[in-house]
């Protein structure tokens, strides 16, 4: 049985959805997203306030965001449809403008900076006047980073988004942190407290990674992503055809790309290996684990619960030297996942015309 919240939740994007019947698939997916996000943080933010009736949620989520037929025209305005469709996935500069003007807790930023999605921590919680982290695999009050005191760091994440507060410090650390001066390394150094025995630990390099942060983020927002993958199954709005690559073959247990025109080994995707993603894919997908990896990696990867942005970061292997490449912001592009499509099946398209 669902509660109030993810029935409010369900029915307003249901209405967005309705509303935005008709308009490019890149904008109904870009809004169901965006509004699903910002939806779910609001829900946490009222979570303090006692319980809310549905009504006061549909209520509230209006006042808060405008109703979804609102909403759904600020999208159709605010982004080109059909031939003039921005050509860099569903997370573009115009949506995202959208979103710090229109749906954020009232901070204004003219220009979103991207901040590495790393993080010492696999979960965080809020518990009154603690943050509860686990580390290692163990839970521990989080007293410090950096010599820097928690109750700072949250005073300062108030401070730059607001009632997003506990979203950002969990979710988004190095930009809190950067907000307040201090960018962080690849390491960091940690001050816990046991919360049964009171010991407190001092870790002096404690690794900032994107599997940590990854791991932080399909916890905090796992009923979100159902949702969202739910909404996305039983509609029109389909995952995007997106791909950073303009080929892909499969070759004795190996998966070759080609990016940029030069051909790779695929080694790993905003910090998935290649091999989680196939094991992935094939869990979901059975036999044509193969297809749907080449030609629809963005559905492969809500399956994995990671919803990539109009970027991600790749690992490659170049097949000549040997020598790794790194990628920090490859773009995910329709025109990639054409060209690929159209390689895949270009016997089948012949035959047809023939």
């Given at each position: ?36 996000e910002f ?135 190095v930009e ?13 150094s940690l ?164």
């Amino acid at each position: 049985m669902q509660s109030p919240q993810q029935a409010a939740v369900r029915r307003y994007l249901e209405q967005l959805k309705q509303a935005l019947r008709g308009a490019d698939r890149s904008v109904r997916t870009t809004a169901l997203s965006d509004a699903a996000e910002f939806l779910a943080s609001e829900v946490g933010a009222l979570s303090a306030e006692g319980a809310l009736s549905e009504e006061q949620l549909d209520a509230r989520f209006a006042e808060r965001f405008g109703t979804p037929t609102e909403v759904a025209a600020e999208y159709l305005d605010a982004m080109p449809q059909g031939d003039e469709a921005p050509a860099r996935g569903w997370w573009s500069s115009i949506a995202a403008a959208f979103l710090v003007l229109a749906l954020s807790s009232g901070v204004a930023v003219a220009m979103h900076r991207e901040y590495p999605k790393v993080s010492p921590f696999t979960k965080v919680e809020f518990e009154k006047q603690q943050v509860l982290v686990d580390y290692e695999g163990k839970t521990y009050e989080w007293l410090e980073l950096d010599g820097v005191a928690v109750d700072e760091i949250t005073d300062a994440a108030k401070k730059q988004f607001g009632r997003k507060w506990q979203k950002r410090t969990a979710e988004d650390l190095v930009e809190v942190l950067s907000g307040m001066g201090h960018t962080p390394g690849p390491t960091v150094s940690l001050k816990l407290r046991d919360p049964e025995t009171r010991e407190e630990t001092l870790v002096t390099q404690a690794v900032m990674t994107e599997e940590n942060r990854r791991e932080l983020y399909a916890e905090r927002n796992k009923e979100t992503l159902n949702l969202l993958r739910s909404l996305h199954r039983n509609s029109d709005a389909e995952p995007p055809k997106l791909s950073p690559f303009t080929r892909v073959e499969f070759e004795g247990g190996k998966v070759l790309v080609n990016y940029e025109g030069r051909t790779y080994e695929w080694l790993a995707l905003d910090g998935f290996s290649v091999e989680k993603i196939a094991a992935s894919a094939k869990r979901q997908f059975g036999e044509r684990w193969e297809k749907r990896i080449a030609e629809d990696l963005i559905e492969v990867l809500w399956g994995m619960k990671h919803l990539p942005g109009e970027t991600v970061s790749l690992r490659l292997r170049d097949v000549e030297t040997r020598e790794e490449k790194s990628v920090e912001a490859a773009a995910m592009t329709e025109a990639n996942r054409r060209g690929i499509w159209l390689q895949r099946n270009g016997d089948k398209l012949k035959a047809a015309r023939e």
